[in-house]
């Protein structure tokens, strides 16, 4: 049998879905329904929408597409500096001395923020643009070097530039002294000895596996290095990938040895593939797993702030 489409007032169709809500939760419990967002909805949609099923439903089946559209750049970001989501803003592109596009074909994908870069460079033309991508895109067509790669072996170019800055004494010692540590999760290494473990990446090497010119490599490694305040950007080519958590962590790699983080103009800076899939779905906290400002549901602490927050009983939100 075909269903007939009809035609309904607002108020009809709100209390259809309200009413189905209602038997289903009266019939299979709290989880039997769910919310499914985007990176689409503004934050304000988000938030309510988090708000009622999590505070009013008590159930945390709450979802959106920034999961899979971002998986890469969350994990990446959450195991490179303990925290998800850029640290930096837009406002970067107007104090950045060099830019470092990699995994995006940001002229087609992200015009409005080409034409910040575009307008960055013609105000100083001193401003320095690299593009590592494997096909020459019109996003080329403003940078200054080049570096072309075949898929999958990035990773290499990323590890290579890392070499050519340790090697050339590159890094901002003090800063990596203060503020960062090189670890594989379980063992903390020296400077020297990642050093050692990036010799195997050297530019010739590495030119060989991608077809990216030595000299590219070694010239996008100083320029990086030496700018004074270098911006990454990156979109689906590194976080719709295989291996996407590594090329993020690589990425932060390069602005962790140089410095390059937390100043005007620096930053390691995912772009995202919609127009508000962080403030929107993760700064809201609509998925399973957060409350609003990137809270874990899991934490005890963070659920009594929201609970209060929301005027709600004590242990009402799941900790599921």
């Not at 189905?20 to 309510?48: L, N, P, W």
């Not at 959450?78 to 002229?107: H, Q, R, V, W």
Request: charged share 25%.
């Amino acid at each position: 049998a075909k269903g007939v489409l009809e035609k309904s007032t607002w108020n009809k169709a709100l209390d259809l879905v309200a009413n189905k809500i209602k038997d289903y939760h009266k019939r299979f419990g709290k989880d039997s329904v769910a919310y499914y967002g985007s990176g689409q909805c503004t934050t304000e949609e988000s938030y309510t929408f988090n708000k009622l099923w999590k505070a009013g439903f008590k159930s945390n089946q709450v979802e959106g597409n920034p999961r899979l559209c971002m998986a890469s750049a969350v994990a990446g970001y959450l195991t490179s500096i303990g925290s998800d989501e850029p640290a930096g803003t837009y406002a970067d592109m107007e104090s950045a001395k060099c830019f470092f596009i990699t995994g995006s074909n940001t002229s087609e994908a992200h015009p409005i923020l080409f034409r910040r870069i575009w307008e960055r460079k013609k105000k100083d033309p001193s401003v320095k643009i690299i593009v590592c991508e494997p096909r020459k895109t019109k996003t080329s067509t403003i940078a200054d070097l080049w570096l072309p790669v075949d898929p999958g072996t990035d990773l290499a170019i990323f590890h290579s530039i890392a070499y050519e800055i340790l090697k050339n004494n590159w890094q901002d010692t003090a800063y990596i002294n203060k503020l960062a540590r090189i670890t594989d999760g379980e063992k903390t290494y020296t400077i020297d000895e990642y050093k050692d473990y990036l010799k195997q990446y050297d530019a010739d090497t590495v030119a060989k596996l991608t077809r990216c010119p030595a000299q590219n490599i070694r010239q996008a490694a100083e320029w990086f290095a030496k700018s004074g305040a270098t911006m990454s950007l990156w979109c689906m080519g590194l976080n719709q990938r295989s291996r996407g958590v590594w090329a993020n962590n690589l990425v932060h790699n390069l602005h962790l040895l140089t410095g390059n983080f937390g100043k005007p103009g620096a930053d390691s800076f995912s772009l995202t593939g919609q127009p508000n899939a962080c403030g929107g779905v993760r700064e809201t906290g609509s998925l399973s797993h957060l409350l609003p400002g990137c809270r874990p549901v899991a934490n005890p602490a963070a659920r009594a702030q929201m609970e209060k927050a929301w005027k709600i009983p004590e242990g009402s939100i799941d900790p599921k």
